[in-house]
């Protein structure tokens, strides 16, 4: 899967925007997950348990509705809702 495609899979299935900071060519690993994350864990629990394996020690970034980096501790119900304002 390359990066925009990883990011784009991410999107629709989390409702969630990252960017992952390497070229867009690279290939990372697939995101295969059938349901989206609760909206009880915390971005950093998200980030450790589906997306950090698959991006190695390339740089990610989460980005809220605002266009800001939320906390770490920030719902993923919270995060999805600054998108819908």
Known sequence: ???WELEH???EKEEV???IRTPSGNDLGSYNYQRAAPGTMSVT???RGRVY???DDLEVVVVDGNGAVPHGR???STLRASYER
């Open 1 to 3: 899967m390359t990066v």
């Open 9 to 11: 899979r991410i999107y």
């Open 17 to 19: 925007r990252i960017v």
């Open 45 to 47: 629990e998200w980030l």
């Open 53 to 55: 394996g698959l991006t």
């Open 74 to 76: 920030t719902r993923m």
